[in-house]
């Protein structure tokens, strides 16, 4: 495999691997994940989605193509309405409190996600946005997708996983990673650089944030 975002998913790989094994990812396959963390996670990562939707829609601002808007935007509607059911499904579920489901204290790790994609969004550039949506897209598909690995029987573990491995998502984060490699061939050096410190940051994030997890 060749191809920038390739590139730049090799020079994260200690990063990428630890949240493709990671106790939370474990724990979720294997159902076992307690209530305590998953809501915690939960609560975090709507916040996470708020600016993760904003950052789309920068995305479809800045994107050269109206094909790149049109998957963009496909992608979208699905965040908006079947994952989102799934968010509040589940706080219904957990017995989360609407205060908690949109204004909740932030933890370190979110706010440092959530500024990091705000900086990508407001740089205005696409392969910037594009970065980012790799990591937060690619590095889910990574661990989600295993073929023949069971899974758990409560929904708001399954369909964690069942959303970030089917045919829509794994077409999705194809084409992500063929877009940002197809950008990435049309710019100067300086702006290649910008988008891989993106990547980069981003991966750490995703770390940090399975990490808080368990803070
Ligand atoms: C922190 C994080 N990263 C990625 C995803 C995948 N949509 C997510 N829900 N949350």
């Not at 949240?19 to 996470?48: I, K, N, T």
């Not at 609407?98 to 500024?115: D, I, M, N, V, W």
Request: net charge negative; charged share 20%.
């Amino acid at each position: 495999m060749t191809g920038f975002a390739h590139t730049l998913r090799a020079e994260c790989a200690a990063d990428w691997q630890a949240c493709c094994q990671h106790r939370f990812v474990d724990e979720l396959f294997a159902g076992s994940l307690d209530d305590a963390h998953l809501r915690q996670y939960l609560v975090q990562d709507y916040q996470f989605i708020d600016r993760f939707v904003a950052l789309l829609g920068a995305a479809i601002a800045s994107a050269d193509q109206f094909a790149a808007r049109v998957t963009l935007a496909q992608f979208a509607a699905m965040i908006t309405s079947d994952e989102n059911t799934y968010f509040i499904r589940s706080f219904d579920t957990l017995g989360v409190p609407a205060g908690e489901r949109l204004s909740p204290a932030l933890k370190p790790e979110t706010t440092a996600f959530q500024a990091l994609m705000r900086e990508a969004a407001d740089s205005r550039q696409y392969a910037n946005a594009l970065a980012v949506l790799c990591v937060a897209e690619g590095l889910y598909l990574d661990w989600a997708d295993v073929p023949g690995r069971a899974l758990p029987p409560r929904f708001e573990h399954a369909e964690w996983i069942t959303l970030h491995a089917n045919d829509f998502f794994r077409g999705f984060v194809a084409w992500l990673r063929s877009e940002l490699d197809r950008v990435a061939l049309t710019l100067p050096a300086a702006q290649q650089d910008e988008a891989r410190r993106f990547f980069h940051r981003a991966v750490a994030c995703e770390r940090a944030f399975f990490d808080g997890v368990y803070d």
